[in-house]
């Protein structure tokens, strides 16, 4: 399974790359090194808050985009169900969110009765 710093990681580099940038290039517009953009982009360290709401605006995105939000991160084909799960559900306000988890609850609830 992919940690969310992996998750988070191939985010970032899916929009930098989606922008044509090389690492030095998004380094230069979030005003941090180029170690930490490759670390970040490997997962290799998680990136704080400061620095992902600089990608955020970098980007052009909501903060929750950079969590493989949609069907945008290919890397990891195994995980693309539930990233677009993830990706859909981040966008929401905290009423919709609700009640996608009781829509959840309710299928599975269904699922686990059905043989």
């Known amino acids: 399974m992919v940690s969310l710093r ?8 899916h929009q930098r790359k989606k922008r044509d940038w090389g690492q030095v290039e998004l380094a230069t517009k979030i005003d941090r090194s180029l170690e930490m953009i490759s670390q970040i982009e490997r997962g290799a360290t998680a990136p704080s808050f400061e620095t992902l709401t600089a990608l955020s605006e970098a980007f052009e995105v909501p903060v929750g985009h950079l969590f493989w939000i949609a069907d945008e991160v290919p890397d990891k084909p195994e995980n693309d169900a ?3 799960l993830v990706g859909r559900v981040a966008t929401l306000d905290a009423d919709d969110i609700e009640w996608v988890d009781r829509l959840v609850g309710v299928a599975l609830a269904r699922k686990v009765r059905l043989p």
Do not use: C, K
């Open 6 to 13: 992996e998750q988070v990681g191939l985010a970032v580099r």
């Open 82 to 84: 539930l990233a677009r």
